[in-house]
């Protein structure tokens, strides 16, 4: 009797700081590695893990979105319990479901959210350094948002992009770019249909520099049609991007 494969998708949390990224790589220990051993220890199968994009080594996630496909017979209630208990800790399967074997984690996003947050109190805040880049001197977040703005809709972002990206068609549609004050941390929403190699660290790098008075708000305009690298600012730290949720 042939088993039945199903295609299972599932949302993950984790804590990227003691991992080489999201993508599998040779001699590095990375999330997608660790879910797969997982899998094999649970299933005996060699399962492949497809996920909805790739985070750099110290990037968080709240809610990367993956797939794979099974044949084993494991109710899909017990699944998040039983991958849990086989996971290190910083890696939390938040949910599981059962989708169409049509369905692709990566192919069929609609909407990324990536959150950055910044420690903006003057010392800082030793239970948030592993997920916050500290900047103790003050930020304006009304000029920070006021150059957001300008970085909202479809646009070629290259000047927002690292030199290292391969991608051709470096356009994109961002929805929003929002920057607010939550007591002593700044945050930096972006949302948008997807996102350049080190894209959205490279906007709050040079958000911040609007922040600090070092840019005026309405450069940002001209730094995207510049359509180069080297008119933006510096690529901010990973520790503080967390990938916050994937819409399909």
């Known amino acids: 009797m042939v088993a039945c494969v199903r295609r299972l998708k599932c949302v993950v949390a984790y804590d990227g700081t003691d991992y080489s990224g999201f993508q599998v790589q040779p001699e590095q220990t990375t999330i997608q590695g660790e879910l797969e051993a997982a899998l094999a220890r649970i299933t005996g199968e060699s399962i492949q893990v497809y996920g909805s994009g790739r985070t750099d080594a110290g990037v968080h996630a709240r809610g990367q979105v993956i ?35 049509s369905f692709h984690a990566r192919f069929d996003v609609k909407c990324k959210e990536y959150r950055y947050c910044i420690d903006n109190s ?103 049609l510049m359509r180069d690298r080297e008119r933006a600012g510096k690529t901010a730290p990973a520790k503080g991007l967390t990938m916050w949720e994937v819409v399909y």
């Not at 319990?81 to 949910?95: C, E």
């Not at 941390?185 to 958000?207: A, D, H, K, P, S």
Request: glycine share 6%; charged share 30%.
């Open 67 to 101: 797939h794979f496909d099974t044949a084993s017979n494991i109710p899909l209630e017990k699944w998040s319990f039983v991958l849990n208990n086989q996971l290190p800790d910083a890696i939390v399967i938040r949910s599981v479901e059962e989708v169409d074997a």
């Open 122 to 224: 003057p010392v800082a805040n030793v239970f948030r350094h592993r997920y916050a880049d500290h900047i103790r001197f003050p930020l304006d977040v009304e000029a920070m948002q006021r150059a957001a703005r300008h970085l909202e809709g479809e646009h070629d972002f290259t000047s927002f992009c690292s030199a290292k990206t391969f991608v051709e068609d470096k356009v994109r549609t961002v929805y929003e770019v929002k920057v607010e004050r939550l007591g002593d941390e700044v945050w930096v929403t972006c949302r948008g249909n997807g996102f350049l190699y080190n894209m959205v660290r490279i906007i709050v790098g040079t958000l911040v520099e609007v922040g600090q008075g070092k840019r005026h708000p309405d450069e940002l305009r001209t730094i995207l």
